[in-house]
């Protein structure tokens, strides 16, 4: 608060800035038990990480929507984006490593899901399936990306972040997910 707060009414008034320092607004976390321990910003990180997940799954759904294909879920959108990725085929490995996903089975639902709407193929290296992407689904990927720069990338963009500052937060993201996974692991041992 400041003296000319008091001096000019009787209300006190408070700027950010000294709610900030003042240790008043605290962390914003979705779980202040989480927060009071060691690492409070770790806790910030993951309630910021809870809105961004939602708010990217609801993106790529509504996105894919737009560009024509409904009724995908976000880790059908993601396989797709991912058998697109360089026109190469791919095995189901190759797109749960990508991924970073554990339960194969739901990305073999997904690829069953998107062989159905005829989006992508299957076809053999050796003894593994192999999928590919079709020229719908290209097309909708295509389409999924003119949408996205249209929205999405100019929006963004408007803020004035810089490439190089994403390029940053992208990369310390990746480190804290081998974290999350290492962890993860010791926990399924206890």
């Known amino acids: 608060m400041t003296e000319d707060s008091l001096a000019k009414n009787d209300t006190p008034t408070l700027n950010l ?6 240790g008043l607004l605290g962390p914003i976390v979705s779980s202040a038990h ?7 910003a770790l806790s910030e990180f993951e309630f910021g ?3 961004v997940s939602h708010a990217f ?4 759904v509504r996105c894919m929507a737009a560009a024509g294909v409904k009724d995908l879920s976000a880790l059908d959108v993601l396989v797709l984006h991912t058998v697109n990725h360089r026109g190469r085929s791919k095995r189901l490995a190759d797109i ?4 970073n996903v554990e339960d194969t089975h739901i990305v073999t639902y997904a690829i069953k899901k998107l062989e159905r709407l005829k989006l992508i193929k299957s076809g ?3 003894k593994e ?5 079709t020229a719908a689904g290209e097309q909708a990927c295509l389409a999924y990306r003119e949408i996205r720069e249209a929205l999405l990338v100019r929006s963004v963009r408007s803020l004035g972040l810089d490439e190089k500052v994403l390029h940053e ?7 804290l997910s081998g974290h999350y996974d290492q962890a993860a692991r010791a926990a399924a041992s206890l």
């Open 49 to 51: 990480l809870i809105l």
């Open 129 to 133: 399936k192999t999928v590919t992407i």
């Open 169 to 175: 937060v992208a990369q310390r993201m990746r480190a």
């Open 34 to 40: 989480l927060a009071s321990g060691a690492s409070p």
């Open 124 to 126: 053999r290296a050796g």
């Open 57 to 60: 799954e609801r993106w790529m």
């Open 96 to 99: 749960c490593l990508v991924l």
């Open 17 to 22: 800035d000294e709610i900030r320092q003042g």
